[in-house]
């Protein structure tokens, strides 16, 4: 009888830790995230910290944030998703969020936003309109933002020269003084400007930024798909000058970019305000003397929306809740605040700053006021098509900057690709 007794307490605690253990299993859970900026200085740091403060409020929760570069990072999410075999949470760069919009693989997020009472709806940056699609919101915006100057207060001040420049003539000027071979041996030791001559999407930021100078009311393209020629060769003329002078030096990427300017070798960059986790990521001695200002376009300043995150469609409905409550946590007051000590950039939120965080700061008042002031890298009419767009924009860019080819035949090649997308 005894035995018996014993044999079905045994059972009943075996049955017990079974039960135990299987509940446990299932409330544990891995969410898929992975990112190109994993391992951005300071970007990197805010992801993580509110991954942390994500899984701490979550118990059981884990997100696994992984590295993709960022060059094959789209293709990569194409495919995922063209498999079946989505991320949990997407984190995506604006400039491809039509590619998913348009295949349907991205849920609505307008009754969470509404039943939330979502920050997102009334106290956003004016970029989340890129957002929405056929009506619907399918992302949030992590970055609204606007370019800045990148500059060496410390090459300026050996030069003789006494403040960043303020137009393009002048950072051409300003180049060719700060372009600088130190010890005779015939190697430059310091370029005066850098950005990419290889294909990157770097090559076309630097061009719509001398091209929004040339034409403060253009674009690229007019709203029936014609090509801005004028200020299109204005640009190009700026960048072929600057690269005849000597004044960049050739074959980098936009990692080598900012690479030559923390290191000393290249006095002045355009940059997002992300540039502030390179500045903090330089040596000592160089860093003293990094500053922002202004791009040196007259009063022209290039942006738009950076990065997004969304949620993927028909994911397990646990699994959908839970990349919810991640956005959410992304858009409270505390975490956009962080967003600027931590990562130094604008927050997308508004408000959220106070002015003793600004004083603690010098350049966040100056990645606000870009952000405010910023024109939409998107050329009227392209949205569907400005990956492809951009692409195009680049190779002619390069074409004609880099190879030399004359720029009435890069833009009739231009015009006609242009023609086939539209």
């Not at 969410?31 to 200085?41: C, I, K, V, Y």
């Not at 936009?254 to 070798?265: H, I, M, T, Y």
């Amino acid at each position: 009888m005894k035995q018996r007794t014993f044999r079905r307490s045994l059972v009943a605690l075996v049955a017990t830790c079974a039960l135990i253990t299987g509940t446990a299993i299932a409330q544990d859970i891995t969410l898929d995230m992975p990112s190109w900026q994993a391992t951005e200085p300071g970007t990197s740091d805010w992801w993580n910290a509110l991954i942390d403060e994500f899984e701490a409020q979550n118990p059981g929760v884990h997100i696994e944030f992984s590295h993709e570069p960022f060059a094959g990072y789209n293709d990569k999410m194409v495919t995922r998703f063209a498999a079946g075999n989505p991320p949990d949470i997407l984190h995506l760069p604006a400039a491809n969020f039509m590619i998913y919009a348009q295949e349907g693989w991205l849920a609505p997020l307008d009754d969470r936003l509404a039943a939330a009472d979502s920050p997102v709806l009334d106290q956003w940056t004016p970029v989340q309109s890129s957002c929405v699609y056929e009506g619907q919101t399918l992302c949030v915006i992590v970055l609204g933002y606007g370019y800045v100057l990148g500059w060496n207060e410390a090459a300026f001040t050996e030069a003789g020269l006494s403040g960043p420049p303020t137009s393009s003539a002048e950072l051409i000027e300003y180049a060719r003084e700060l372009t600088v071979d130190r010890d005779g041996d015939g190697n430059i030791d310091q370029y005066g400007f850098v950005f990419p001559t290889v294909t990157h999407a770097g090559v076309e930021t630097t061009a719509t930024s001398f091209l929004f100078e040339a034409d403060p009311d253009g674009h690229w393209v007019d709203a029936e798909g014609q090509l801005n020629r004028e200020a299109a060769k204005a640009a190009w003329a700026v960048m072929k000058q600057l690269v005849d002078d000597g004044s960049v030096p050739l074959g980098l990427d936009n990692n080598g970019k900012r690479q030559f300017f923390v290191e000393g070798r290249a006095a002045m960059m355009f940059e997002g305000p992300w540039i502030q986790g390179n500045i903090d990521s330089a040596a000592p001695e160089i860093q003293a003397g990094l500053r922002v200002a202004p791009q040196p376009t007259s009063g022209q300043t290039y942006g738009g929306a950076s990065n997004v995150l969304a949620i993927p469609a028909g994911l397990d409905p646990e699994r959908e809740e839970l990349a919810w409550k991640f956005i959410e946590l992304f858009t409270s007051e505390e975490w956009q605040a962080k967003y600027a000590t931590i990562a130094g950039q604008p927050p997308a939120r508004a408000g959220v700053l106070s002015e003793e965080v600004l004083a603690e700061n010098e350049n966040m008042r100056q990645y606000v006021a870009a952000a405010e002031n910023a024109r939409d890298y998107v050329p009227p009419g392209m949205e569907e098509n400005y990956t492809r767009f951009r692409d195009l924009v680049i190779e002619a860019t390069l074409a004609v900057v880099v190879q030399g080819q004359d720029s009435d035949a890069a833009l009739d090649q231009l015009q006609a690709e242009i023609d086939r997308l539209r």
